[in-house]
């Protein structure tokens, strides 16, 4: 048994979980030093969200930061998450851009890479970890982690196999929801250095409140490393705190040889800092959520439930979705609830519930994901439901050939004259829209915006600008009408007036909890009117056209 080692995530992990991603670079700069000398396994300091905070809320170049971080921290290995073939974007990128990519974040600084894909889809992590390997990074492959009959220790075994097989230098237990039990890490621990001869990291959330003693089993276990924050940026929906588990293994064998008297210190700095973003912890992302206890629901998504349900004005059918989400969960393979998985399935339950009928409105993303495009799921989905989101188009989990074929170039021409640096290329091809606003910004010296002292939401890749509801329910002239099944915002007009419609066929397309759903013709005809436009945010029942 040997001493444990520990990764600090204050520079990404934490303040993602816990205000919104939006620590800004010059507040890291002032204590990064100070952290440096601690003898931190690592920090995780870059990917996930703060690629797309940077540059969408902060006006801060996400490159340079790694740069300025390593020149006044350049002991202590910088790590990063990294999304599979989604780097640290929201779709699959082509293979070229995921080479690129890693280059350029490992020529920056960048030298242990956390790779992962929400369904244990290893294909999804193939080409990743090809590049990390060729440039010499440090590849940690992650199993991201859920609870459900097939997720069981052998299902862990059979996807580290696969992970092992591409010659990865570490394996991660991603507990992203923070449900892994304390005897479940042990043994899911045990297995793992059974099987491999590689170092395992835990990485949990303090979400369920389970989370400091599940690491204590995991090191008993034999755990390698694991992930802490330090001081007001440790537990809540966060990591541990290192002072804690510092403390838990102070008279065991496992005692960690960090320098606890500088991170002491380092808390006092932290804890001032939190004065100024203390305007974006929300209270539910401080304290323990015994629902995901209850429901294996996650604390973010019971959150997201809870105020899609409030724009449906249904919150009184909390209960009647608490209960259909893991049924639906089940009929589609039980995926882990993690984005985007957790807002598909969360979606399908709420409409399988208001609408009165089980997958009668489906949305687009649901399909997609049925159809193979998210990757391919832990369980086979239900044939029937199956038939039911997709008649009989085909499954296919085959990576899409389009991703191999080269694209930097194209992203190169196309944004030329706006770069300054060659990594703007990616940005640019990973947040086309945002990394343009950004280069503008820069251009123009944008100071960065100052931290808003409320409750933000967190970056959603989609949204929709809100109007005026429509408010009077229009002459329909004798035709049939065409109702809004749900309330949402008109994103796309498909069907065109005086052209026939077949029953069936897609005329609107609504964008309600974050997801397309096509809105289809109730009866053959003519499209004789439309009362709506793009834009339109319409209720459940509103009149958008009328077929003659
Ligand atoms: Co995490």
Not at 94 to 121: C, M, Q, Y
């Amino acid at each position: 048994m040997s001493k444990v080692k520990i990764t600090d995530t204050t520079l990404r992990d934490a303040h993602q979980s816990l205000i919104a991603t939006r620590l800004e670079v010059d507040d890291m700069l002032e204590i990064v030093g100070e952290m440096d000398n601690v003898g931190f396994h690592s920090f995780e300091m870059w990917g996930g969200a703060t690629f797309d905070s940077a540059i969408r809320y902060l006006n801060e170049d996400p490159w340079d930061r790694i740069t300025k971080l390593k020149e006044v921290a350049p002991k202590t290995p910088f790590q990063m998450l990294l999304r599979g073939q989604n780097l640290v974007g929201y779709k699959h990128y082509p293979d070229d851009i995921v080479h690129k990519f890693v280059e350029a974040s490992f020529t920056r600084g960048i030298d242990i890479f956390r790779i992962f894909d929400a369904l244990n889809d290893v294909r999804n992590m193939e080409v990743p970890i090809e590049a990390i390997k060729k440039v010499g990074g440090h590849a940690q492959a992650a199993l991201s982690y859920t609870i459900s009959p097939v997720h069981t220790i052998d299902y862990y075994i059979k996807v580290a196999e696969e992970m092992v097989a591409l010659e990865i230098d570490s394996i991660c237990i991603k507990d992203m929801a923070g449900l892994i039990n304390p005897m479940d890490a042990f043994n899911l621990v045990k297995s793992l250095k059974e099987n491999f001869d590689l170092p395992v990291c835990l990485h949990s959330h303090c979400t369920s409140g389970m989370a400091p003693t599940s690491y204590f089993k995991a090191i008993e276990a034999g755990v390698d490393i694991i992930d802490t924050a330090i001081g007001p940026f440790s537990f809540g929906t966060s990591q541990p705190g290192v002072e804690t588990m510092y403390a838990m293994l102070e008279n065991t064998e496992y005692k960690s040889d960090l320098d606890i008297e500088r991170v002491y210190k380092i808390a006092n700095y932290f804890k001032k800092l939190m004065e100024k973003y203390k305007g974006l912890l929300s209270e539910a992302s401080l304290t323990v959520n015994t629902q995901i206890l209850h429901f294996q629901i996650p604390g973010g998504m019971m959150s997201n439930l809870v105020s899609q349900l409030r724009d449906q004005k249904a919150e009184n059918r909390l209960d009647e979705i608490l209960l259909e989400v893991p049924k639906v969960r089940k009929e589609l393979g039980y995926p882990p609830l993690v984005t985007p998985l957790s807002q598909i399935v969360g979606a399908q339950a709420t409409l399988n519930v208001l609408s009165g009928q089980r997958y009668k409105l489906i949305p687009n993303e649901v399909k997609h994901y049925v159809k193979g495009l998210y990757g391919r799921p832990a369980a086979p989905i239900d044939k029937d439901i199956e038939k039911l989101i997709i008649g009989d188009e085909k499954v296919s989990y085959e990576k899409s050939p389009e991703l191999k074929n080269p694209s930097y170039q194209k992203f190169r021409d196309e944004v030329k004259d706006k770069i300054e640096k060659e990594e703007d290329v990616l940005s640019y091809a990973l947040f086309p829209e945002i990394a343009l606003a950004f280069f503008e910004k820069r251009k123009n010296h944008v100071t960065k915006p100052k931290v808003e002292h409320k409750e933000i939401e967190k970056a959603a890749p989609k949204e929709i600008t809100k109007t005026q509801p429509v408010k009077q329910q229009p002459q329909t002239n004798g035709g049939v009408s065409l109702k809004a099944p749900l309330p949402g915002a008109i994103l796309k007009i498909v069907g065109e007036i005086g052209k026939p419609v077949k029953k069936d066929s897609v005329v609107f397309i609504i964008s309600a909890m974050k997801m397309e759903n096509e809105i289809v013709s109730p009866a053959s005809g003519v499209l004789q009117k439309v009362f709506v436009k793009e834009g339109d945010v319409v209720q459940t029942g509103d009149v958008l056209a009328t077929i003659a």
